[in-house]
């Protein structure tokens, strides 16, 4: 069997055409969607991700502020702007791109984040709305995972879902997502003691642990879903997944590549919660 591609790109690119029309009518109405990114620190593939995510919104018609740390940076300074932000009421989405420095408390500065303008949805607010079956901003990892789960008609309903890895970005906010549209779902990590029985029984496998190709072909259950949510860059410089594409394509039914998979449809999701609260304010439906 030789896998069906989940082209990311393409369904970004449908994706976004929509959000544009969407923005378009917002600013029409006077309310120009507003995305602020901070980023604190010289870590190269964040400085990437902000830059993409800039350049996203421009594409689609979403205002953007970037305000940038040194790595040294006092957290006041930061604290200090995501208040000056969470009161400026022309913004609408607020993001810190992690991870941050060390001398951070993450949890701190996230929970800083109005929780109306947290379109990461990392918020904890959002993340019990989100435990809870009622969303309110979605991770956008996940959201995008479902998103392209969604385009290739993956059924869900009593499927066995497997993801490995537990991060509050992905493993955890995606178990949750899979477990509400009805999968039985299995959550993998570094304690588990034999990966290769949860991953064979697979419907559909998410991994995302950041290891190079530690997804191997014989770990795949035939005609399986595999998402790929890693990106980790070689010695020679190219990118890879956390999944062995080359073995995994002919044991999969679908499965989504590196890069151009899962890797645009997060900015995608970015894009659309930030457009979702401009919406909800043009409403002045806070929450
Ligand atoms: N670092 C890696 N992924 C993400 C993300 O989705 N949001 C933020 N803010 N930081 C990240």
């Known amino acids: 069997m030789t896998a069906k591609i989940i082209d990311g790109n393409a369904l970004s690119a449908t994706l976004r055409g929509q959000l544009a029309e969407r923005a378009a009518a917002l600013s029409a109405k006077g309310v120009t969607p507003c995305l602020a ?3 604190v620190g010289e870590d190269p593939a964040s400085a990437v991700y902000v830059r993409n995510k800039v350049a996203g919104c421009e594409k689609a018609g ?3 502020l970037k305000f940038v740390y040194a790595a040294d940076a006092k957290p006041e300074e930061v604290f200090a702007k995501i208040a000056e932000l969470n009161a400026d009421a022309s913004v609408h989405g607020i993001l810190v791109q992690l991870p941050l420095p060390k001398h951070f408390d993450s949890d701190a500065v996230l929970e800083a984040i109005d929780a109306d303008k947290d379109v990461d949805g990392f918020h904890a607010e959002n993340v019990g709305a989100l435990a809870q079956g009622n969303p309110r901003f979605i991770p956008c990892t996940p959201y995008g995972v479902m998103k392209m789960l969604e385009s290739v008609g993956t059924a869900l309903k009593g499927a066995e879902a497997v993801i490995v890895g537990r991060s509050n970005i992905v493993g955890k906010p995606m178990a949750l997502l899979l477990l509400a549209q009805g999968c039985t779902v299995t959550v993998c990590h570094s304690q588990t003691r034999d990966l290769n029985f949860h991953t064979r029984r697979a419907d559909i496998l998410v991994a995302a642990v ?7 072909g014989d770990m795949i259950k035939p005609g399986a879903t595999v998402i790929d949510v890693g990106i980790n860059r070689l010695p020679d410089g190219k990118l890879c997944g956390d999944v062995d594409f080359d073995s995994a394509k002919d044991v999969a039914g679908a499965i989504t590549p590196v890069p151009g998979g899962v890797g645009p449809m997060t900015i995608t999701m970015l894009l659309t919660n930030t457009l979702e609260a401009a ?9």
Do not use: A
């Not at 919406?279 to 929450?287: A, D, H, N, P, S």
């Open 62 to 64: 979403i205002r953007s």
């Open 210 to 216: 950041g290891r190079p190709k530690m997804i191997t």
């Open 279 to 287: 919406e909800r304010r043009l409403q002045g439906e806070k929450k």
């Open 37 to 39: 990114v901070i980023l």
